[in-house]
C-alpha cells in the first residue's frame, strides 16, 4: 500500500550577509532548503529560511501549495538560526501551529540565544523576524504524525553542530537531513574543526544510510539540485577532502583558496574562510 503522504521542496534563496569580509562572493548566505510533508488534510515544514522577506515568501508558497489542508507543524532539524528563526513568521501566516524538535535539539536552540544577539542581528541587520522561537520537544519516541503517517526525527552525535537531528518519514523512504548532508554549497567546519567531530559527522551520514532512503533533502543547496542519496556521498566526500587538505595546508587562507579551487560550483564562500580559520587554528593548537 502506497503513502498517503506527498512531499514538496522549497528553496529559499540566498541572501546578502553582512560578514564584514571583502569580496561579493563572501558576503552571500547559503539558500535553504524547506520540506513540505503533507497527506490529504494537513502537513507538516521541516526548516525555514532567515530574514522577513524569505519567510513571508515561504508562507506564500506554502499556502498556495496547500491551499485547503493545515499546517499543523514546523520541525526543525537541528540549532543553527538559519533553519528557525523565520518560524515567527510562519506562526504568524499559519494560527495554531506547533514548533517542534527532538529534545536534544530543542536544548540546542535554547543554548543558541545565549549569543544570537551577537551574531544575527549584525550579520542580517533590519531583517530578522522579532522574537526567539523555542520548539516544543517530541516525546521520546520523537514521532508525530501527518493523516495517520508516521514522521520521526532521529537524533545524531555532532554533525555541522552539536545538537543535530535528521527527520525520517518511512512511507515516503525519505529524509529531511538537515546540515548533515549538504548540496553544492560549501559545508560548515566552524564547529566541527576538529578530526573526532568530522568522524561524528560521517557516522550521522552512515546513520542515515543505513535506513536506505529515496529521498535525501540537504539543508543547502541549488534550488534546481534533485534530492537524492547521491547527495550523501559527495558530503562525505567533501569531508574527506577538506581533511586531506587540511592535513596539507600551511595557512587557512591557502585552505580556504584550495577548496574554493576543488568545489568552484559551490555557494557561500563566508563558510568555507570561517571553517578554513577555525580548522585552521584548531590544527595548530593539536601540534
Known amino acids: 500500500m502506497g503513502s498517503k503522504l506527498q512531499v514538496d521542496i522549497y528553496v529559499a534563496p540566498p541572501i546578502l550577509a553582512n560578514t564584514g569580509l571583502d569580496g561579493d562572493l563572501k558576503n552571500i ?34 499556502a498556495e501549495t496547500i491551499p485547503k489542508k493545515q499546517l499543523k507543524y514546523i520541525y526543525t532539524t537541528h540549532a543553527h538560526p538559519d533553519h528557525f528563526i523565520g518560524v515567527p513568521i510562519l506562526e504568524k501566516a499559519f494560527p495554531g501551529v506547533q514548533f517542534i524538535a527532538t529534545r536534544n535539539v530543542a536544548d540546542g536552540i535554547i543554548a543558541q540565544y545565549d549569543f544570537y544577539d551577537a551574531m544575527w542581528p549584525a550579520l542580517f541587520p533590519n531583517q530578522l523576524p522579532e522574537g526567539k522561537p523555542v520548539p516544543k520537544p517530541l516525546p521520546e519516541s520523537n514521532e508525530f504524525f501527518i493523516d495517520g503517517e508516521k514522521l520521526q526525527g532521529i537524533d545524531v552525535g555532532h554533525a555541522d553542530n552539536q545538537y543535530s537531528s535528521f527527520l525520517h518519514v518511512p ?58 542519496p547521491y547527495l550523501m556521498q559527495s558530503t562525505r566526500e567533501y569531508i574527506y577532502t577538506f581533511e586531506k587538505e587540511l592535513a596539507k595546508a600551511s595557512s587557512s587562507s591557502a585552505l580556504c583558496d584550495r577548496m574554493v579551487e576543488l568545489y568552484p560550483q559551490r555557494w557561500n564562500l563566508f563558510i568555507i574562510d570561517f571553517s578554513s580559520k577555525q580548522s585552521f587554528a584548531a590544527k595548530e593548537q593539536r601540534l
Do not use: M
Open 29 to 62: 548566505w547559503s539558500p535553504i532548503s524547506c520540506t513540505l510533508i503533507h497527506g490529504p488534510s494537513s502537513a507538516a515544514l521541516i526548516d525555514t529560511p532567515i530574514n522577513v522577506e524569505q519567510n513571508e515568501a515561504l508562507a506564500k508558497w506554502i
Open 171 to 228: 512511507s515516503l523512504h525519505l529524509v529531511a537531513a538537515g546540515d548533515i548532508v549538504y548540496g553544492d554549497c560549501h559545508q560548515h567546519f566552524g564547529e566541527a574543526k576538529t578530526p573526532e567531530k568530522r568522524k561524528e559527522w560521517l557516522n550521522a551520514i552512515d546513520q542515515i544510510e543505513a535506513l536506505k532512503p529515496q529521498i535525501v533533502v540537504a539543508g543547502h543547496k541549488r534550488a534546481t539540485q534533485a534530492d537524492g
